[in-house]
């Protein structure tokens, strides 16, 4: 059995676990962001339970930790206390990193309200991303949803060539399967060749496999996780775990034919060979985010940039504290800022816009594993993504430079010991809390029950691949308002069209007409809560991105598909849309139709989502089911 299947089968509540069906799994850990924590916490607040039920829920401040995100903070930090929850102060570091390193554990599953949670695959924990309200449900004792995936098998052999790292295999796999090649499949890695990788480089490729749309992706549990593990002071949390290779479908990838790879704006699957854009001038170049922050990554930075000056400005964004003391001890700090590097908090930042903004035109190359339009915080940028080795050959060379170009190829070592100060952490005690609620906390917004019969406009047609940046844009001025839906629902596809949510308004809402993939990227449940808000009954698209069709259904919005997509071409924006009996074809799972074109619209939902549909979201379906149960 594979590995994901294996722990898919121990932690299984419901169905049967054949490819296609619906299945819940029981969650041994959640973690949660300040930018989508909130509401979690409000809406795992709204189901009345004294304290989370899980083995271990975690509560992280990195995204928007700035001063104008302080009463999220500070009601994040009460809230942990009243439900036993551990918190992470900001500054500690990026929830992935610190996760990976402190809590994260071979054969446990996790749900987390970030998208990049499968970075904890690295170490063998069968880790998925969600929207808050289904880590909500998982902390309140209620197993996790999905559809099984299909397995892929990715067999590396062989070792990566020096200057070769991780970054640039996971880019190698966004090339070939594109940002939506990975729906409804998990990648689990297996051969020879991952011997090779140690936990973070490992991490770094399940971390960015997020970006081709995968469920999740997991390594195996061997000797390398064993000494991270011990590195980490946490042997005890070791538990070997092996695939015995089955799967539904096998990949091989040489690890020696992969070369320094590149993705150019504004797609991570754009991706080129650094060698072809060698040349190109760099305005800023940025080391961190939670794909590339860990001590290795830093560490080559450290030994590439010794006894030299950087030629482009370079920030450094450490995965964690423990980093930063660890290269410290190491004496590999002093290269990093004699070179003249900004060494910045271990925090997002530039990753989701908070600072770190691109000058207009110029080329932004960074370590990140997202480039879609506009996040940086600039219109119109130039965001390159690659590894650590080709951004720092970059900096050296003040342009796009392939980093074989470096010579040498220093050798890594492990530190004896990883520097794991939890003194960033606040654990949980018995005291009684009062929960610290600041202006910006507004309560949270329900839905009525679904409308049997649907009569709205279009109120906006997009293309393939629109990501939940396009839908919910973030940023330094829209961030600080998630917990805030009638502030935030205002910026709704703001890039993309200012005038959305005054129609959504004047229109008393509509609907949403999308190509494939609409909703591709992070997890923030906001993309679906304030249109919800806006007053959006459903979304018309030709396919869509998991975590942002499981977001839609929580708040009540139909996703529906086409059924002859090339139906897509007969709506417009502005077009009356009408839909009857809606409730009785969900029921008996039959196609709705479009009344005044005949156009047909599918949906693939299981009977439970029908009926979270028509309870009008999750919140109103699970409340009524527990108290039922009680
Ligand atoms: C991201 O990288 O897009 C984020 C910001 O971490 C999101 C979560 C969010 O929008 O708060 C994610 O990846 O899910
Ligand atoms: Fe933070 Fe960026 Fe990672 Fe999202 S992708 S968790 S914003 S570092």
Known sequence: MSIARRIIEEHLVKGKVNEGNEIAVRIDQTLTQDATGTMAYLQFEALGIPKVKTKLSLSYADHNISESGKENIEF???????????????GNGICHQLHLERFATPGTTLLGSDSHTPT??????????????????????????????????????????????????????????????????????FGDGVKSLSVPERATITNMCTELGATTSIFPSDEAT???LDLQGRGNDFAELKSDEEYNEVVEIHLEDIVPLIAKPSSPDNVAEVKDLEGTTVGQVIIGSCTNSSYKDLAIVSSAL????????????????????SLKKNGLLENITGSGAEICEAACLGCIGIGQEPEEGIVSL???????????????????????????ASVVFGKITDPRKLGECPRIAFPEKYLHDDCLFVFPTEEDIEIKRGGSIKPLPLKEPLENAIKAY???????????????PAGSKILPLRSNIPAISEYVFHNLD???????????????????????????????????????????AKSFSRIHKANLVNFGILPLEFADKEDYERIEQSDEIEMDGVIGLLNENKNLVVKNSNIKLKYELSKREREILIAGGKLNYIKRAMKDEA
């Open 76 to 90: 994040l930090e009460s809230f942990a206390k009243k439900y036993r929850i551990v918190f992470s102060k900001p």
């Open 120 to 189: 904890a695959g690295g170490i063998g924990s069968l880790a998925i991303g969600a929207g808050g309200l289904d880590v909500a449900a998982a902390m309140a004792g209620q197993p996790f949803y999905l559809k099984m995936p299909r397995i892929i098998g990715i067999r590396l052999t062989g070792r990566l060539n020096e200057w070769v790292s991780a970054k640039d295999i996971v880019l190698f796999l966004l090339k070939k399967y594109s940002v939506k090649g990975g729906v409804g499949r998990i990648f689990e890695f």
């Open 226 to 228: 064993k000494k991270f």
């Open 306 to 325: 010794k006894d030299k000056k950087i030629k482009t400005k370079l920030n450094i964004n450490p995965g964690s504290i423990n980093v930063i003391n």
């Open 366 to 392: 960074r370590t990140f594993n997202r480039n879609f339009p506009g996040r940086s915080g600039t219109r119109n940028d130039k965001v390159y993504l690659c590894s650590a080795e080709t951004a720092v």
């Open 458 to 472: 279009v109120l906006i047609k997009v293309k393939d691949n629109i990501t939940t940046d396009d839908i919910m």
């Open 498 to 540: 200012s005038s959305f949510a005054k129609r959504a308004k004047e229109k008393s809402g509509g609907i949403i007409v999308a190509g494939e993939n609409y909703g591709q990227g992070s997890s923030r449940e906001h993309a679906a809560l304030a249109p919800m808000y806006l007053g959006i009954k459903a979304v018309i």
